[in-house]
């Protein structure tokens, strides 16, 4: 395969810019020297206006699952209750880490199904430390509602801990308005930086709540705390990849927020006319307050077909979607229009998808 000609459309890793590419090539520096400091500094600046937050921000060597573990790591002891929703794959992976660290009190939904929230509030209002919610499934092509879920967290005193891996910097995120007291992102999605690095937002009332006797040792998040004082990360970060997402980032700044927003919605709401003119179904299963995801699209594959098949035949043309995971394989096909997806890469997927149905 020539990977110089594979145009990758899969929920993540996004192509990245060659300007990033080139970033990462820089000579090293030293993570304690005055340089490291200003890109650090540099990036929380760009990174807490994506966020839409005044909150304390990090960035962990480690990918999205990384900061996930912290988030529950540090707030969750072994008889802490975690109301844990979900509704895909990635749902499911916050209730498997909340299971590690306390007790599991599952919100469970179909996959691609929209949450009940009034199953989430008779659970919360049973008394629970934490919620957690995962903003775009991305297993499922949905937008789950972070602001009612931030309201019935605020209402009963639980913390709000948001997987944001594939809606930050790529959907319009409120970090503060929402009352997300943790919410995670992966540098290798909407930010569209290189895999390997994730950020997490951390409000005050989730640092106080980190009261338990051991907190994880790598995923301290007072640690990250105390270092970012200095502005710097308490053990040696994964430089060049830093290098590379302070470049993604200033991307994401010459185009504005708003325009990249809207850029990758109107990608996504393409993507969903062609199905609809090829007689191709969605997956997700709407209500009033969930939403098609605007990075990631979820098809069902049509009657008798494996969505494998279809996955393989865009290969073939150079085109890389992604498939359903776990109990969706086979059945679903998904295609990602996060990053710096262009329109004329969406149009070629298009096109190429429709060949592969005849
Ligand atoms: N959460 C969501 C919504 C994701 O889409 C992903 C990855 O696709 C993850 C978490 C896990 O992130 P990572 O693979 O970077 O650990």
Same mark, same amino acid.
């Given at each position: $395969?020539?990977?110089?000609?594979?145009?990758?459309?899969?929920?993540?890793?996004?192509?990245?810019?060659?300007?990033?590419?080139?970033?990462?090539?820089?000579?090293?520096?030293?993570?304690?020297?005055?340089?490291?400091?200003?890109?650090?500094? /540099?990036?929380?600046? $760009?990174?807490?206006?994506?966020?839409?937050?005044?909150?304390?921000?990090?960035?962990?060597?480690?990918?999205?699952?990384?900061?996930?573990?912290? +988030?529950?790591?540090?707030?969750?002891?072994?008889?802490?209750?975690?109301?844990?929703?979900?509704?895909?794959?990635?749902?499911?992976?916050?209730?498997?880490?909340?299971?590690?660290?306390?007790?599991?009190?599952?919100?469970?939904?179909?996959? !691609?199904?929209?949450?009940?929230?009034?199953?989430?509030?008779?659970? =919360?209002?049973?008394?629970?430390? #934490?919620?957690?919610?995962?903003?775009?499934?991305?297993? +499922?092509?949905?937008?789950?509602?972070?602001?009612?879920? !931030?309201?019935?967290?605020?209402?009963?005193?639980?913390?709000?801990?948001?997987?944001?891996?594939?809606?930050?910097?790529?959907?319009?995120?409120?970090?503060?308005?929402?009352?997300?007291?943790? #919410?995670?992102?992966?540098?290798?999605?909407?930010?569209?930086?290189?895999?390997?690095?994730?950020? =997490?937002?951390?409000?005050?009332?989730?640092?106080?709540?980190?009261?338990?006797?051991?907190?994880?040792?790598?995923?301290?998040?007072?640690?990250?705390?105390?270092?970012?004082?200095?502005?710097?990360?308490?053990?040696?970060?994964?430089?060049?990849?830093?290098? !590379? =997402?302070?470049?993604?980032?200033?991307?994401?700044?010459?185009? %504005?927020?708003?325009?990249?927003?809207?850029?990758?919605?109107? %990608?996504?709401?393409?993507?969903? #006319?062609?199905?609809?003119?090829? !007689?191709?179904?969605?997956?997700?299963?709407?209500?009033?307050?969930?939403?098609?995801?605007?990075?990631?699209?979820?098809?069902?594959?049509?009657?008798?077909?494996?969505?494998?098949?279809?996955?393989?035949?865009?290969?073939?043309? %150079?085109?890389?979607?992604?498939? %359903?995971?776990?109990?969706?394989?086979?059945?679903?096909?998904?295609?990602?229009?996060?990053?710096?997806?262009?329109?004329? /890469?969406?149009?070629?997927?298009?096109?190429?998808?429709?060949?592969?149905?005849?």
């Amino acid at each position: $395969m020539d990977l110089e000609d594979t145009l990758l459309m899969m929920p993540g890793p996004v192509p990245v810019a060659p300007r990033v590419l080139r970033a990462m090539s820089r000579p090293m520096i030293n993570h304690r020297g005055k340089e490291f400091s200003a890109m650090f500094d /540099d990036c929380t600046t $760009m990174l807490k206006e994506i966020f839409q937050t005044e909150n304390d921000l990090f960035t962990i060597s480690g990918s999205g699952t990384a900061s996930m573990e912290a +988030a529950l790591g540090c707030t969750i002891d072994k008889d802490d209750k975690v109301v844990t929703i979900e509704n895909g794959k990635f749902g499911e992976r916050f209730k498997d880490i909340a299971a590690r660290y306390g007790q599991v009190v599952p919100v469970e939904c179909e996959w !691609g199904t929209s949450v009940d929230l009034d199953v989430v509030e008779e659970k =919360l209002a049973e008394g629970a430390k #934490a919620v957690t919610m995962v903003h775009n499934e991305t297993s +499922a092509g949905i937008r789950n509602p972070a602001l009612e879920v !931030g309201m019935l967290a605020k209402k009963y005193g639980a913390l709000f801990i948001m997987d944001g891996v594939t809606s930050i910097g790529g959907d319009d995120v409120k970090v503060d308005e929402w009352g997300v007291d943790i #919410a995670v992102v992966g540098s290798q999605k909407c930010i569209a930086a290189p895999p390997g690095l994730s950020m =997490l937002s951390v409000s005050e009332r989730a640092f106080e709540a980190m009261n338990k006797e051991n907190l994880p040792y790598y995923l301290d998040l007072k640690a990250y705390q105390k270092s970012a004082a200095k502005s710097q990360t308490p053990y040696t970060p994964a430089v060049p990849l830093f290098f !590379g =997402l302070q470049e993604a980032l200033k991307i994401v700044m010459e185009e %504005g927020m708003d325009a990249r927003i809207k850029r990758q919605a109107t %990608g996504a709401a393409a993507v969903r #006319a062609a199905m609809d003119a090829i !007689g191709i179904e969605m997956f997700p299963q709407l209500n009033a307050t969930s939403a098609y995801s605007s990075t990631v699209s979820a098809m069902k594959s049509p009657e008798g077909v494996d969505s494998n098949d279809i996955k393989n035949g865009m290969m073939d043309k %150079g085109i890389i979607i992604a498939g %359903g995971q776990n109990r969706l394989s086979g059945k679903i096909f998904r295609i990602g229009s996060m990053g710096n997806v262009a329109p004329k /890469d969406l149009m070629m997927t298009i096109q190429h998808l429709e060949l592969v149905f005849r």
